[in-house]
Structures are given as structure tokens and as C-alpha cells.
């Protein structure tokens, strides 16, 4: 964990990393920007491999991507 760590927040660039325990696991919040969902496998690869993980990816909006999103629905109205 110790090598993984810091090579994956070098990897990402998260905006913001918390880590905690969740139902009694260890466990690591990554806020980072993926561009395309092809990321994953580079991204989740390393947890699964080397710490043996459970890796869950979430994807959310920011302010801009939802005024973006709001505007390409307005345009299907």
C-alpha cells in the first residue's frame, strides 16, 4: 500500500483523496477527472492487482458538464 498509494495520486491528480474506513474496510476516496470511461481498466488495475480491492468508479458532473448537459437536452425538446 505504501508503493501503490503514491504512484496512483501521481497517476490521477485527484482533486481531493480521503482516506477512512467504511463498514469496518479500509478505504480510499479518489476525486480525479477520467476523460473516457477506456480509463478504468489503468485505473481500477493497480488496486485490483496489487492490494486485491474492491474498486467502485462513480462518475459525476461538475458545474460546467451539467450546464452542458442541460443545454444538449434543451436542444432535444
Partial sequence: MQEIMPKMMEQLKPEAA???????VRT???F????????????????YQELNATVEM???MNA??????????????
Avoid at 32 to 47: H, L, T
Avoid at 66 to 75: N, S
Fill in 28 to 30: 480510499a476516496y479518489f
Fill in 32 to 47: 480525479f477527472d477520467m476523460k473516457d470511461s477506456s480509463q478504468m481498466p489503468a485505473i481500477g488495475g493497480p488496486f
Fill in 18 to 24: 480521503y482516506f477512512t474506513t467504511d463498514h469496518g
Fill in 64 to 77: 460546467d458538464d451539467l450546464r452542458k448537459g442541460l443545454g444538449e437536452l434543451q436542444k432535444r425538446r
Fill in 58 to 60: 462513480i462518475p459525476c
